[in-house]
């Protein structure tokens, strides 16, 4: 296994949310060092306020099967993803880089994110940070 591995995150839904979730968790507890770079949509998926959706859906069912999804964690005893997803990031194993671009172009304020996200960085900068890791995209 590569000694670290980068994602690319560009989508906003609560599918990409869940690989976002299960990979850097699982990450974790393997020590694997893993950073995910949220750009365009994807990005909003680091916003405080923001509750991610599922996808492939009528827009009226899809806030309710990603609440059906959530309760589904829960009895896996993932109660808070956020919480888990923080813990990864406190253990220094996986770190959650915004675009800069793609912030500016949205007008998204580094204060709409969660605390524990990294600093933004641009391309040239996840680039710069995955230059010895395997690269995927979300």
């Given amino acids: 296994m590569a000694e670290d591995i980068s994602f690319i995150v560009s989508d906003r839904s609560f599918e990409k949310f869940g690989m976002t979730l299960i990979l850097g968790t699982t990450g974790d507890a ?3 060092k893993m950073n995910f770079f949220f750009t365009f949509w994807g990005l909003h998926l680091l916003r405080k306020k923001f ?3 599922a996808a492939g859906m009528f827009t ?4 309710m099967a990603a609440m059906m999804f959530r309760k589904k964690l829960a009895k896996f005893g993932m109660e808070d ?10 253990n220094g194993n996986i770190k ?11 007008g998204i ?3 709409e994110m969660w605390d524990f996200v990294e600093d933004p960085i641009g391309a040239a900068g996840f680039l ?5 890791a395997k690269i995927v995209s979300l």
């Avoid at 993803?81 to 406190?90: R, T």
């Avoid at 710069?128 to 010895?132: F, G, L, V």
């Fill in 128 to 132: 710069e940070i995955s230059a010895n």
């Fill in 81 to 90: 993803p956020w919480a888990m997803i923080k813990e990864a990031v406190e």
């Fill in 96 to 106: 959650l880089y915004p675009c800069q671009m793609t912030m500016d172009l949205m």
């Fill in 30 to 32: 393997m020590d694997v």
């Fill in 109 to 111: 304020k580094r204060e």
């Fill in 60 to 63: 009226a069912m899809k806030g």
């Fill in 51 to 53: 509750k991610p959706k």
